[in-house]
């Protein structure tokens, strides 16, 4: 369905500009945006894709992945089509690149009522890019919350600020993929600016009551560097050093042919990691997972793939040492 869209302007020779995220896309009549779902119709921009969701399913939570924001439930997850990014190591290429794959239309009332009928924290706005997605998630977040769910987003973080700061009225959690620290990387490769994504995790990280973890897939020959782990977590660090931080392992998959992350990249690029940070785990890997109180050493949540048993933990304390840990939930 079409709406007309927030955060635009007209321009007089009949183009308008989009002011959503961080590409600022001047677009011509009847044309749409980078990211393909945000289309100029007589001079006003529409988003294409209000309640056209092209995925949906029940996840545990570990699965976005967020550790710390209610161990060991579900919730309600859903998807669409179209990316503000073109990254050619797209996991999800097959919706993210294509805006055409069919989709269903759910209202935001009938997407919070069947949140809300099931067993489910609330909804998760994942698979492909939540922020182009803008008018619908915010109708959906505002009616979750009146609801008493949770909103999680998990997003590449491109985002201008003032659409962001709307947003974040609403959030609950974020996991952001922080694809590394090279800006040609960024340019090149992915298709945005890093500094767009980190203004957003400086911004969200200034919310205590709003979760945010941060992932990195480690694609060999790209973003594995010792150098540019210690550059990265210099950066989380100077924020606070217990969001938690995934690495997650890289398979070979739409434009991209790189080899798959060796587990011993993972290992060490966490040494790096844990040198600055708390809570570094590692993705897409199978063994254990578990979060561990930076006081005591007790363990908090055991997980096991997306199997969890809450441990040494309660209401955001280690239950061993009486230290806080940052867990909601
Ligand atoms: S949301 Fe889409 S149309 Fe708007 S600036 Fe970003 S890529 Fe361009």
């Given at each position: 369905m079409e709406r007309e869209a927030s955060f635009y302007e007209k321009r007089d020779d009949g183009r308008v500009q989009c002011r959503?995220?961080?590409?600022n896309c001047i677009i011509a009549e009847g044309k749409t945006g980078i990211c393909r779902v945000r289309v100029n119709r007589g001079n006003v921009l529409y988003?294409?894709?209000?309640?056209?969701?092209s995925s949906v399913a029940m996840d545990p939570i570990e699965k976005k992945p967020l550790y710390h924001f209610f161990p060991g439930n579900s919730i309600l997850s859903i998807g669409t089509v179209g990316c503000s990014f073109r990254c050619k190591?797209?996991?999800?290429?097959?919706?993210s690149q294509n805006p055409e794959h069919p989709t269903q239309y759910y209202s935001p009332e009938e997407l919070v009522s069947v949140a809300g009928s099931r067993d489910s924290i609330g909804i998760a706005y994942t698979y492909t890019e939540p922020l182009i997605w803008y008018e619908y998630v915010l109708d959906c977040c505002k009616l979750a919350h009146k609801a008493g769910l949770k909103n999680v987003f998990v997003s590449n973080?491109?985002?201008?600020?003032e659409p962001l700061g709307e947003l974040l009225l609403f959030a609950d959690a974020f996991n952001i993929d922080l694809k590394g620290m090279n800006t040609e990387f960024y340019r090149k490769v992915v298709g945005g600016k890093l500094q767009g994504v980190l203004d957003t995790i400086s911004e969200i990280s200034k919310h205590p009551k709003i979760l945010l973890e941060v992932t990195t897939l480690v694609i060999p020959g790209y973003n594995d560097s010792d150098a540019e782990m210690e550059e990265l977590t210099d950066f989380l660090s100077s924020l606070r050093v217990d969001i938690p931080y995934h690495l997650s392992a890289y398979f070979p998959i739409y434009q991209f042919t790189a080899p798959a992350t060796p587990f011993r990249t993972l290992e060490r690029l966490q040494e790096v990691a844990l040198k600055k940070m708390r809570y570094v785990y590692l993705g897409n890997v199978s063994g254990p997972t578990n979060t561990v109180c930076?006081?005591?050493?007790?363990?908090?949540v055991e997980r096991h793939s997306y199997s969890v048993r809450i441990g040494k933990y309660s209401r955001g304390t280690c239950e061993n040492c009486g230290t806080r840990v940052p867990i909601i939930g």
């Open positions: 959503l995220c961080p590409h988003t294409a894709i209000y309640g056209e969701v190591f797209c996991q999800n290429y097959s919706t973080g491109y985002i201008n600020p930076h006081n005591c050493g007790a363990v908090l």
